[in-house]
């Protein structure tokens, strides 16, 4: 039973971390300037305004069939063009990470108010499983936000240093951007 309870619960935080990434994309954006991206309903956390067909669903699967873990991924579609400066684009690649970083921390309050202890007291419990499954999420919040930080074209981290580097040095970048992700 409490097995069950872990996965759900892993589950339910894990599209809760996705929809506060994406949903800390869209809005940055809409601050920043990019008001289409409540057009398209991203200033939710609705996780179906987030679904992309490769990243929730092809990639999950491929990292399954290679024994990794199957996490879907979501995406949020901004019009770069419409924010104010490149300021603001690097904000808005920021924002994903952020949210990850600050639910990650929120996450954190029980372990540093003492109770996990209180769990370890019967591992049988629903504390115990709770507090099981919470551990896992800080983990993959931080793991989401390690990798997202990675200066690779398609990641949240290039996102952020693009808008300041060299037009010919983005052009050259965007041409292989595509299998950034792949790395």
Known sequence: MNMW??????CFGWILSLCLHEFGHAIAAYWGGDTSVKDKGYLTLNPLKYTEPSLSLMMPLFFLLIGGIALPGGAVYINHSRLRDRKWKSAVSAAGPIANLILAYLLS???????????????????FALITALTYIISLNIYVVLINLLPIPGLDGYGIIEPWLPKAIQQQINQVAKYGIWI
């Open 109 to 127: 309050l029980p372990f540093q108010l003492g109770w996990d202890s209180l769990a370890l007291e019967n591992p049988n419990s629903v504390l």
């Open 5 to 10: 309870l872990v996965v759900a619960f892993i």
